[in-house]
């Protein structure tokens, strides 16, 4: 099948379409110039290093419109608008596996807290808010307990042994247990462990555990329960976050749906956003825009 566009096109007339374009560039360099122009339901930067249009068939019918409308427009807005999609952030990932493995950690530090639905009322409609309470559940309230009570002279009364309540404890068992067959054997099944400790030892085992051996002390469960220990593992997680090909192997945590991937915008578009609104402000610093207009 043909298509015979040149007679679609015969019957075209020509005419200056209408729009309005501005230049920006430092007076002795070109480095980071770009344009910025409106035509009906377009915003459009191009220039060194930006290329991107925002589409917006209401808000830009007109061009004090659109340029009110893109100078007081969130971000995200923005990039929406512009069709943009976010990319993959393997740095925000990997903060989000470590704050997956820190929260029970911190939690039985410092105590647990209690979520409750409170309902109110404002401009007489009810309205609802999560109120947030702290326990006093933590070791680190046990510890201040035991303070008063050594202050109070009650010591003797007090009924905790904090050595062995303290969840940053992981200690090696001695049942003789270190002889079997690790293909088939957990690796906590040789220590002694807070369950705090578990989404932490699951991603020592993705990484640096998978291969090991209760007869070696290099690399035991007990390294998650030191800076040092979950510094190397934030290591190894971050090499592969960086990596396409490996960035899915042996994690658990994926697998599980405990986290999944973040997407985020990338500089570069973030820089073409606020090279328009920077466009934008100062064409409207410029008295050229009409600001009683009102964004369709």
């Excluded at 191009?46 to 893109?70: E, N, R, V």
Aim: glycine fraction near 4%; proline fraction near 3%; aromatic fraction near 10%.
């Amino acid at each position: 099948m043909s298509y015979d566009h040149a007679a679609r096109l015969a019957q075209h007339e020509m005419k200056e379409a209408v729009c309005r374009s501005f230049q920006f560039k430092r007076p002795s360099s070109s480095a980071y110039w770009f344009n910025l122009m409106w035509i009906p339901g377009k915003l459009i930067l191009t220039g060194d290093g930006c290329d991107m249009t925002l589409t917006h068939h209401h808000a830009c019918s007109s061009f004090d419109a659109a340029i009110k409308w893109a100078s007081c427009s969130e971000m995200d807005y923005l990039l929406r608008a512009a069709k943009q999609r976010q990319e993959y952030d393997a740095h925000a990932t990997l903060q989000a596996i470590i704050q997956w493995a820190n929260a029970p950690v911190i939690e039985a530090l410092n105590g647990g807290v209690d979520e409750r639905c409170v309902q109110y009322v404002e401009d007489g409609h009810k309205k609802y808010r999560t109120v947030r309470t702290p326990r006093r559940d933590g070791y680190r309230h046990l510890c201040q307990e035991y303070r008063r009570s050594v202050a109070a002279g009650t010591q003797d009364d007090f009924c905790d042994d904090l050595e062995a309540t303290d969840p940053r404890r992981i200690a090696r068992r001695k049942t003789g247990t270190e002889y079997l067959d690790m293909a088939t054997a957990a690796a906590t099944d040789f220590y002694d462990f807070d369950p705090c400790w578990e989404n932490w030892l699951s991603l020592w085992l993705d990484t640096l555990g998978y291969d090991w051996d209760p007869r070696l002390s290099r690399r035991t469960p007990a390294m998650v329960a030191t800076h040092d220990g979950r510094w190397r593992v934030k290591n190894e997680l971050e090499r592969r976050l960086e990596e396409p090909d490996s960035r899915f192997i042996g994690l658990s945590c994926f697998f599980q749906d405990k986290v999944g991937l973040i997407c985020s915008w990338t500089h570069a578009q973030k820089y073409q956003i606020e090279a328009i609104q920077h466009a934008c402000r100062q064409i409207i610093a410029a008295g050229l825009v009409d600001m009683e207009v009102e964004v369709p």
